[in-house]
């Protein structure tokens, strides 16, 4: 499997109430799964695990045939070649929408890196903002930019958390189904959290479901 949890168990510091105890997951190369659950099961933990911006109290997490997090060993978030889409966006205040999606890809010629740039742009129909700031943004843009700058490097795995919470019903189904097209075309792996029955029927392969510990 492209992506494995062996026996993941965490809580957090000071706590002694396991958010998730013995948990496995198994996703093919370029699956996209998805993740739901009551609030409180531990679906963004899972993703943040994945991620590693969290460290397991035990068991294997194992990407691309590499153990990334075990009881002997870190791999830190930026060697694991993950896309990110959470919740609270995380775009760069002094950075333009351009400047955004583009930061990823510092190392491809002027010429690929607007190119790429120019394709997101035209696929979450942002074109006419590319020169403005975050803050200059609604909630619902500032998400599609979040989405555009993690595909922009072509990560082999893409974790989004509810990552059309913010985004108007029209362009959410053309979204879903053109982020679905690139990842299937791209051989892309995505894990996703949510919470919306039409983004398990557009998006996915397949729905984990995690309840409470």
Do not use: W
């Not at 993941?8 to 706590?15: D, L, R």
């Not at 959410?172 to 792996?189: D, G, H």
């Amino acid at each position: 499997m492209f992506v494995d949890l062996s026996g993941i168990a965490f809580k957090y510091s000071g706590t002694d109430k396991y958010v998730l105890k013995d948990f496995n997951l198994s996703v093919a190369k370029g699956e996209i799964v998805s993740v739901v659950g009551l609030s409180g099961s531990g679906k963004s933990t899972v993703l943040r695990l994945i991620a590693g911006l969290e460290v397991q109290t035990a068991g294997i997490i194992t990407i691309n045939n590499r153990i990334v997090a075990d009881q002997n060993s870190f791999v830190p978030p930026e060697k694991r070649k993950i896309g990110m889409v959470f919740q609270d966006y995380a775009l760069f205040p002094h950075c333009t929408v351009y400047s955004n999606i583009a930061f990823g890809i510092s190392d491809m010629s002027r010429k690929e890196r607007d190119a790429r740039v120019d394709r997101l742009l035209t696929l979450i129909n942002m074109n006419e903002c590319r020169d403005r700031y975050p803050y200059q943004l609604s909630g619902g843009q500032q998400q599609r930019v979040a989405v555009a700058r993690a595909l922009a490097p072509n990560p082999y795995l893409l974790l989004m958390d509810e990552p059309f919470s913010n985004i108007d019903s029209e362009l959410k189904q053309r979204m879903r189904l053109e982020i679905r097209s690139i990842l299937k075309a791209e051989a892309v792996t995505c894990i996703f959290v949510t919470h919306d029955k039409s983004d398990l029927e557009d998006m996915s392969d397949r729905t984990i479901t995690i309840t409470p510990v």
